[in-house]
């Protein structure tokens, strides 16, 4: 457990499009239960944030606990499963508790896809038990013993999350984090520079070099820049700052690591897109020119 609202949305640079939909389809009516009634709108159900791996999932998430004042419980669902196994209904049942003595908390169910993939490939019979008790869970969430509980969850393949935990009233908002945008690549790369020496770096230029980097890429652009500075430094005895030759090395060197995720993704994306699930990576894909 940390401290209430150490992120805002505000900290998550650019990603307007996903700032916009967590705006509608979450904070809006989770600030304004009248208005809720008034429209009719459900707000039972939980958001499963979804993409490539370091692209920002968690890091969202904590804003938007941020955004709620709420409390921020994350929890990877792989350790709920291994650390006491066997037990693993109770413990899903315990982390509810601990959430709703600290209303209003966020829970945040951090790879979710381990309770379907691992249910799927081990018919391990706890598995649906505990599924059944995060549906449990999740559909209390109307009760007014779970006033203040929002649940969010993560995952890079949602195509292996049990169906049956995205129905409506359960995680039935989905929002697609893709890899950072320039303004979004602009903030990750000052907040990873700014305690390092560095000169003469343009800053624009740099953002232009890393489309399709991923925030995790970015840091690693960084370090292994900061490293080849001080590899340098130690080699000729003389220190030399980061420059922008280091950061565009590291920069070309470094591989996408989201690539691999939109192999996978792009076959879901045109044999598995049920009921429009995936348009939004359609879209992205097809702008892309991966599709
Ligand atoms: N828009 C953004 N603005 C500022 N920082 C960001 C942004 N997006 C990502 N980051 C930073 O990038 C890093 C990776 O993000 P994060 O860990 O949230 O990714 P993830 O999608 O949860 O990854 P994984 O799938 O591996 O769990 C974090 O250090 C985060 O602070
Ligand atoms: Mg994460």
Redesign the pocket.
Known sequence: MEKRGTVRLA?????QDVKDRLEAAFLAPTRNPELRKLYGKSLRGGLLLY?P???????IARAVAGELGAAFLSVSVNDVLDMWIGNSERNMHELFETARRQAPCVVFLDELDALGAKRSRTAHSGMRNTVNQLLTELDGIDSATNEGVFVLA?T?VPWDVDNALRRPGRLDRTIL?LP?DAA?RE??LR?HLQDRPIDNVDLDRLVNATDGLS??DL?YVCEAAAERALLDSARTGTVRIIGMKDLLAAAKEVVPSAEPWFASARNVAMFANEGGMYDDLVAYLKKRRKL
């Open positions: 900290d998550v640079g650019g990603m993409g791996p370091g692209c920002g999932k968690t890091f993560a890079n984090v950072p979004a903030a990750i907040y925030g995790a840091a």
